[in-house]
């Protein structure tokens, strides 16, 4: 009964291509988030979700597109893949933030290459 | 600069060592700050947080944070393998968000 979890574990694809990473928490929190880390490990954010509505959007590429169908899922849609877009991307959920985000839980992450 | 800055290592050390990983962070504002841990190929996880200044102790494991110098710490006693792993700090921006540093990878060498 894993808490978060991601599919696809890995993604290769083409420049160009139009590709999907889904995500699914069963702890029933009320926020969600994607982050790309990148090949020095450099961890950031690039949305957040809380009860389906967008909270955090940071400088991401329009290509890049989140969405949630309900609280306890959020996918990533990216359009026209580019070489800078490989990289693993994690899903996380964590409790109504209020004002105090400490615990983060994390997927195992989507290993994607862009070829 | 970066909000957080972190040295990425890598860190080598034999077993039982004490381990020292440390980072800066440039807003004053900063209120909590958290070491997470990733394994290899892994999400990473919380290991413990603290709140403002002072020091946090959990087994083997003490967090300590200076807010006059911005310097967050964590130290690891009796370094085993099973601690061999990235390391990251992070602290909060306002609610809703955190911000890593770059993660130490650390080896404990048996």
């Known amino acids: 009964d894993t808490a978060v979890s991601q599919t696809p574990k890995y993604l290769v694809t083409q420049m160009g291509n139009d590709k999907s990473i889904k995500c699914e928490q069963n702890?029933?929190?009320?926020?969600m988030y994607w982050y790309k880390q990148d090949s020095k490990k450099f961890l950031k954010i690039m949305f957040s979700?809380?009860?389906?509505?967008?909270?955090i959007n940071e400088t991401v590429p329009n290509r890049f597109s989140p969405k949630s169908p309900d609280k306890a899922h959020l996918n990533l849609h990216i359009n026209s893949l580019e070489l800078g877009d490989s990289a693993v991307y994690f899903c996380?959920?964590?409790?109504?933030?209020?004002?105090?985000?400490?615990?983060?839980?994390f997927g195992p992450g989507t290993r994607l290459t862009v070829t | 600069q970066k909000e957080v800055e972190q040295d990425p290592g890598p860190l080598s050390v034999p077993e039982g060592a004490i381990v020292s990983l440390n980072c800066t962070y440039s807003?004053?504002?900063?209120?909590?700050f958290m070491w997470y841990r990733q394994y290899s190929r892994k999400g990473p996880e919380l290991l413990m947080y603290?709140?403002?200044?002072g020091n946090k102790e959990d087994g083997r494991f003490t967090a300590q944070v200076d807010k006059s110098s911005k310097y967050i710490s964590l130290f690891i006693r009796d370094s085993q393998p099973s601690d061999s792993a990235t390391y990251l700090c992070?602290?909060?921006?306002?609610?809703?968000?955190?911000?890593f540093g770059q993660g130490t990878r650390l080896t404990i060498n048996p």
């Open positions: 996380a959920s964590s409790q109504d933030p209020g004002p105090l985000v400490t615990e983060q839980y």
């Open positions: 702890l029933g929190h009320d926020t």
């Open positions: 603290t709140y403002s200044s």
């Open positions: 992070a602290t909060d921006w306002g609610a809703q968000k955190l911000v």
């Open positions: 979700y809380n009860n389906k509505e967008l909270i």
């Open positions: 807003n004053s504002a900063f209120q909590y």
